[in-house]
């Protein structure tokens, strides 16, 4: 009933619009957005501030951006049991961003962002919630029962030099390769830290970044970048003795710090302390964009470095050409990760259990060396566009990248799917009907994908090794009102081996088919 109610609304909302895409009167007195969001779920600012002469007025003639928002989420399992339950979960809050003008090229900014997260907790448990959680800090609920979040989401200054070469201090966006904002449910995901950028290299752009720490964005306070928490950092062994009470606290515990879906769970606190290991590593990172025009190409480099712990490089290619009005661009991805003895503390599995049965099916169970390659082929035709993905993480360990960038993106990388564990071949088939330039759409804007997944069961500790991915993904700004935007994305997993033989993971016995599952999401924003 809920999912109904959801695709009604939508269709509800796609009527009206269609009704208003006549009348010119109205449309002719509708002015541009300050801010839009974009299909690839960054907020674009097309009021941007302007440089001023007096110091007076980097202040008078600064720019507010408030934003309204609404984001729903059901995700329904095909059968139930003690660890998979439907949830339903609305959040509602919104933003206020300030941007100062530039003054002899400096600037700050400032961002507050609020959610409450309506759920009924007789029924969804704050532990159950997938994509949902996002509205709501579960740590924060589980420790006093709050469902708001009421944070500072960026607080930075900004100095920039010659003509595209800046320097950004403090919380703030970071968008690159291996750390996104990500702002697909209620606030952003942020870092602290000090980002350089500059395009004044001919036909390249350069970002080198410095981040102390990360804001996911279900926390209300900045936290480690590569550890997760446990009652040794939370303090909850201090005042408890039943072993019952401790294992309902490690859970929440482990809430604390970097508890990404992608985060590996076997660097916690007491894991690093025990090895000689930073608890509280930066992570450093660097991105090169070359276009070299003479030869239709694109060249990007990126790293990460962790210190003491974890490196990636990735290294991509993408090749341009014509057939008559079709662009047809092959590209080629690259990494390979480099482990500087994060392994030796957490494992080659994210899942960071070294005795579990598929821990040990890794060739080096205690080392996390890893490579992915990956391919695609783009077809471009007018506002269409066709994209042919895949990808292979190589038989050695699981790829670790907990900062909301995610290594198989853009080309088998769908909605809610982490396809980078050890020995994981996918397989994505993209449509994708883009009818903007500027961020708003004022026709429907259409994603649609399929992705096969051919996974390594003894790595899972399932027994399936295959699955479909359906993907369906909608936005518009309505006709009659730009500043507003509806967006509609569901996915279905199914499960393909016919097996249904009971299978136990993690105490729970289960099949193949009970594991298939739908995700719906609806959202709306309203930017002023």
Known sequence: MRSLTLVFTLLVLIMINALAEDNNTILSKVK???????????????????????????????????????????????????????????GVGGSVVYQSAIYNGFGFGAGLYYSHGFFNESIDSALSFKAGKDAFSRYSYLKTGNKNMAVLGQAYLQYAWWNDT????????????????????????????????????????????????????????????????????????DSLTD??????????????????????????YSNLKAAGKPTDAPLITGDLHTSVASYSLDLDASFYVVPELLAQVMLEGNYEFNIGDVRIIPGVRYIKQFDNGAGAVGGASLSGDLNST???????????????????????????????????????????????????????????????????????????????????????????????????????????????YYYLGLMQNLSYLDNMQWRFRIGYQQFLNTDTKKTQFNGISFSDD?????DTRFEINYFF
């Not at 720019?63 to 998979?84: E, I, Q, V």
């Open 32 to 90: 541009l957005p300050k801010a839009t969001m974009l299909k690839n779920s960054t907020v674009s600012y097309l009021d941007e501030p302007i440089e001023v002469d007096s110091f007076g007025e980097l202040f008078s003639e600064g720019k507010f951006y408030g934003r309204l928002r609404s984001n729903s989420f059901y995700f329904r399992w095909n059968a139930l049991d003690d660890s998979h339950d439907n949830t339903f979960i609305t």
């Open 166 to 237: 800046s320097l950004k201090l403090g919380r703030q966006l970071v968008e690159s390769f291996y750390t996104k904002s990500n702002d697909t449910k209620m606030i952003p995901n942020t870092f602290d830290g000090l980002v350089f950028k500059t395009e004044d290299i001919p036909d390249s752009t350069l970002q080198l970044a410095y981040l102390a720490r990360q804001k996911l964005r279900d926390h209300v306070e900045a936290h480690a970048i590569l550890m997760r928490g446990d009652c040794q950092s939370d303090g909850c062994y």
């Open 243 to 268: 072993p019952k009470e401790i294992t309902a606290q490690e859970k929440i515990a482990s809430l604390s710090e970097n508890d990404d879906s992608a985060m590996h769970k076997g660097l916690t």
């Open 358 to 468: 598929y821990t040990k099916s890794y060739s080096n169970y205690d080392s996390l060396e890893s490579q992915m390659v990956a391919a695609r082929l783009v077809f471009k035709l007018d506002k269409y566009k066709l994209n042919l993905g895949y990808t292979y993480i190589l038989d050695e360990a699981d790829l670790v990248t907990p900062w909301r960038g995610f290594p198989t993106s853009g080309y088998t990388r769908s909605m809610g799917r982490y396809n980078w564990k050890a020995n994981t071949k996918s397989y994505r088939l993209e449509f994708v009907r883009c009818t903007s330039t500027d961020g708003i759409y004022n026709d429907v804007f259409v994603q649609t994908s399929v992705l096969y997944q051919d996974n390594d069961p003894d790595k899972t500790g399932l027994q399936h090794d295959n699955s479909l």
């Open 514 to 518: 009970d594991l298939n599952n739908l």
